[in-house]
């Protein structure tokens, strides 16, 4: 079977990003994870990645003079390393042109609500508020639209309550499978 090249993007604690990785390192999917890009520089995520011996590109967006600038840098690298497929597991910036242009069609990202409803940012808690008893998972094909690109995978589960870290801690044990399920059907 063919060995596949893959990049996380993320820019949080990283449990996606590990589970990604993990699974690949297991043989479970077919691939390597062979760039973490994320542009928080102390973010959780790239201990994680130091830990599993994982290249990490972090960059602070500040230092460049706009997003087409270091998204231009961040295509080099992809291009350099050969990958096939980017994953955005809690990469919190908007995907920009220059990105879209060198590899629409072959970006996916995992949002925490069932899309359309929710996009954006705080979605859990966007969820509460709106008093919703289905919560749940979406992982889509990134476009040039906030959390609009078409749907690949989707998981739903009930909650009735308030408690926003109790729905991220059901809604992030379903991502971590959600997630490696659908990169290994995708390659
Ligand atoms: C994930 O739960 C993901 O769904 C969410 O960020 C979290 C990252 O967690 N993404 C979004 O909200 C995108 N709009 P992690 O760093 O532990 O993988």
Redesign the pocket.
Known sequence: MQHHRIAVF??????????IATACSRGEIPADVVLLVCDKPQ???VEKAARLGIECFAFSAKEYSSKEEYEQQIVELLNSHGVELVC?????RIVGSVLLEAYGGRII????SLLPAF??????EQAIEYGVKVFG?TIHWVDNTL?GGKIIAQQAFNYEGNDAEEV?RI??QI?HKMYVETIKKLL
Do not use: C, W
């Open positions: 993320a820019s949080g604690k990283g449990t996606n990003f590990e589970a973010a959780e995520v955005l597991a809690g990469y919190m990202n995992i949002h925490p996009a954006g940012a705080r979605a859990v998972i959390d991220h809604g992030q991502e």
